[in-house]
């Protein structure tokens, strides 16, 4: 089903306000898995993985439709494409979708943050799990296979 340019607007600006609420969630689920992960709490990383992967799963599907939405306005669906977008909307909402835009572009990068964080958390216990068991660990080592 082909949506008129002007639903496609307004889908892809709803759709980045509902992304800005799901990844204040998803910063605070990772804040949460750090702690989980710190204390080796295992049902509550287990629950926490459910509603991660859920959530994720809602995330990932709203990239598709606002990639979707871009390509049939003629945009590339990135960055580019919606800073392009946001600069052609008239002048109150302009502001208003940029500034949405920059907010889920700021949540983005401290999940990407906290994300790592709990990567290299989790890395370390792996490293000591491995010591403890008096093994080498290859975890986070690049392998070199032979010729």
């Known amino acids: 089903m082909s949506l008129p340019p002007k639903q496609r607007i307004q889908q892809l600006i709803i759709g980045i306000r509902q992304d800005c609420g799901r990844y204040a969630d998803l910063l605070q689920l990772l804040l949460n898995q750090y702690r989980l992960l710190a204390s080796h709490d295992v049902a509550g990383l287990t629950e926490h993985n459910r509603q991660q992967t859920r959530?994720?799963?809602?995330?990932?599907h709203q990239v598709r439709l606002r990639c979707e939405h871009l390509q049939a306005l003629g945009l590339k669906p990135d960055g580019r494409g919606m800073a392009i977008l946001i600069g052609k909307l008239?002048?109150?909402l302009r502001q208003q979708v940029d500034e949405q835009w920059q907010?889920?572009?700021q949540l983005l990068l401290q999940c990407r943050r906290q994300n790592e964080q709990n990567g290299r958390l989790l890395a370390g216990q792996i490293e000591?799990?491995?010591?403890l068991l008096g093994q080498e660990s290859?975890?986070?080592r690049q392998e070199h296979f032979p010729d």
Do not use: D, N, V
């Open 138 to 140: 290859s975890y986070g």
């Open 103 to 105: 907010r889920l572009e």
């Open 90 to 92: 008239p002048s109150p």
């Open 55 to 60: 959530l994720m799963g809602e995330i990932q």
């Open 128 to 131: 000591t799990i491995h010591t």
